[in-house]
């Protein structure tokens, strides 16, 4: 269903058992990340009605999700650690060369979020499939449906405003790409790690 080129190693569920702490604090500011983003959206390309409408429900919806993750980090006593950097977005924002038409950029920014949130996604699965941690296990399934909804919303943006065969061809090659990120992560407790 969402076209990733290579799925994560379940054993990645291991690494995140050792240490729920530090998976919900990287979760907590994947969520900000992810808050900001469509933020961003909106300040870079307001021209964009349709797109704009879209990332004030979705700066609504992220936002919420993470007061969810730090209440869960609350209720278990913990305290909101610091963010960290995040390689695999790193490494993924460097496929696509800068500079271009304002579409252009628009496109590509739309496609980077498609996939960090395809990803994510595939990861909530992941967790609500394997965590021995019931409660976690069922939260994870509930974030689940949602970063699907996004993955989905991204990409339809990315084909509206862009050439469809193009932004297609993009997309398959951003997915390539992004196998071969992930084929050397999957040893953290990071949401991409």
């Known amino acids: 269903m969402l076209g990733l080129k290579l799925p994560t ?14 998976i919900l604090t990287d979760h907590a500011f994947c969520e900000q990340k992810a808050t900001s983003t ?3 959206l909106i300040v870079s390309f307001p021209e964009y009605t349709d797109l704009v409408q879209e990332m004030v429900a979705l700066v609504k919806e992220e936002i919420s999700h993470f007061k969810m993750v730090h209440d ?6 913990w305290t909101l650690g610091r963010d960290r950097r995040d390689d695999y977005v790193l490494q993924l924002v460097k ?5 271009g038409s304002r579409t252009t950029q628009l496109v ?7 996939l960090i ?3 994510s996604c595939e990861r909530f699965r992941l967790l609500s499939e394997e965590l021995e941690d019931q409660e976690l296990a069922v939260f994870y399934k509930n974030l689940m449906v949602s970063e699907a909804n ?8 990315a084909r509206q405003y862009g050439n469809k065969k193009e932004v297609d061809t993009k997309w398959q090659q951003l997915l390539d790409y992004e196998a071969e990120i992930i084929s050397k992560l999957g040893t953290s407790e990071a949401i991409h790690g």
């Not at 869960?72 to 006593?77: A, H, L, Q």
């Not at 496929?95 to 500079?99: L, V």
């Not at 590509?108 to 498609?114: E, N, S, T």
């Open 9 to 22: 190693d379940p054993r990645w569920v291991n690494i995140v058992e050792k240490n729920i702490e530090e």
């Open 38 to 40: 469509a933020i961003s």
């Open 72 to 77: 869960k980090i609350i209720e278990r006593g």
């Open 95 to 99: 496929f696509f060369p800068k500079g």
């Open 108 to 114: 590509h920014r739309l496609l980077y979020a498609a």
């Open 117 to 119: 949130e395809a990803r």
């Open 150 to 157: 996004h993955y989905t919303m991204f990409l339809k943006f």
